[in-house]
């Protein structure tokens, strides 16, 4: 149980272009997503949390309008990266919560590869 | 917000017990302490969670000191799958938050050796 997926698992896109990333709980209802990102060698960093039928809220520091987020159901939640550039390129991580404490576990997905040219 | 401090490295042979030790000082009265694995480009694995004293899984032990201001990870009888790293967390501090945001600090690379 509590699965999470993420789709696709790898992506390259060219300069300027838009990429969507899907993050799906297989197996239980998440009422939030968050979304990480992680560059070689560094640590995951939040970027936005995401809540079923709202706004997603973002971290410091984190472009809105160039991280696109949607939560449209209780099962995905996708992350639009906007005119992507190189410095885009990294390792971008959802986790769903099936709980609505915030000691609830989060589970997170395989992780999605993007890279930039 | 409750900062971490784990160790950046630690090296183990295969077979013996790895205790990870983390700080976490400015823990607040509701956090609860998370510590997750991950390797190399994947998302990290949940591990083991607790509030204080013990907890106990099929994979690890967690120990948290009265006082609450630090906590051990301790894995029994590593093997080579176990390289990776570990990362410690404390829960968002907001009181009353639903949120339960995550923030990840450096975590500590473990090297098990044959």
């Known amino acids: 149980g509590a699965v999470v997926s993420q789709h696709p698992s790898r992506v390259i896109c060219k300069s300027g272009t838009s990429v969507k990333i899907e993050c799906r709980s297989l197996d239980f209802q998440a009422t939030t997503m968050f979304w990480y990102r992680q560059f070689p060698k560094q640590s995951l960093m939040l970027m936005a949390t995401s809540n079923e039928g709202s706004k997603a809220t973002y971290e410091q520091g984190v472009e809105k309008d160039k991280f696109l987020i949607n939560h449209a159901s209780l099962t995905l939640s996708t992350l639009t990266v906007t005119s992507a550039h190189p410095e885009d390129s990294s390792f971008y991580i959802c986790s769903a919560r099936a709980g609505l404490a915030s000691t609830d576990t989060q589970y997170f997905g395989p992780g999605t590869r993007l890279t930039v040219l | 917000l409750a900062k971490t401090t784990q160790p950046i490295s630690m090296d183990s042979y295969e077979g013996q017990e790895v205790n990870i030790t983390c700080s976490h000082n400015?823990?607040?009265?509701?956090?609860?302490i998370t510590w997750y694995q991950q390797f190399p480009s994947q998302g990290p694995r949940f591990i083991i969670q607790g509030y204080k004293t013990k907890v106990t899984n099929e994979v690890a032990s967690l120990f948290i000191p009265a006082d609450r201001k630090s906590s051990t990870l301790s894995l029994p009888r590593v093997s080579l799958s176990d390289t990776a790293v570990y990362y410690c967390l404390v829960g968002d501090p907001l009181r009353g938050s639903t949120l339960g945001r995550l923030y990840f600090g450096r975590g500590t690379q473990l090297t098990v050796w044959p």
């Open positions: 400015n823990i607040a009265t509701n956090d609860y």
